[in-house]
């Protein structure tokens, strides 16, 4: 069982933060062999939020939620993972429908955005994302983004 907690960014608690850090690292960088500063200063500020998935006391699936202080930008989820020893479980769903939710919640009106890697659009169209750009270059990893409005 999941236990899912969809947090302001001001409630997460050093612990959190770690765990959050590491699981983007173990995937993100190591995983993925991509070398990039995921720590981009976007984690603690404004009305940003954290979606984080645990099993077992272990994070297992997290994504994070930013929210410009420009109204009229889109939200964005981005950071979206799953722990290599779930996959197969069917938590990217889940783990999006929570973010989905938040968003909804905390932001009816905008639109929302995300940049997808490529080989998951059939995964994004599931919760209404349609491609909005071109395919682009990431950090060596084929993205594009994609819209859900």
Known sequence: MIHWQDLH???????DLYNVLALRNAVFIVEQNC????IDGDDLVGENR??????DGRLVAYARIL???NELEPVVIGR????????GEKLGYKLMEQAMASCRQHWPESTIYLGAQAHLQSFYAHFGFKPVTDIYDEDGIAHIGMANR
């Open 67 to 69: 929210k410009s202080d």
């Open 9 to 15: 960014h001001s409630e997460l608690s050093v612990t």
């Open 35 to 38: 070398p990039y500063q995921d």
């Open 80 to 87: 979206v993972i799953v722990d290599s020893g779930v996959r």
């Open 50 to 55: 954290h979606i984080l998935g645990w099993r």
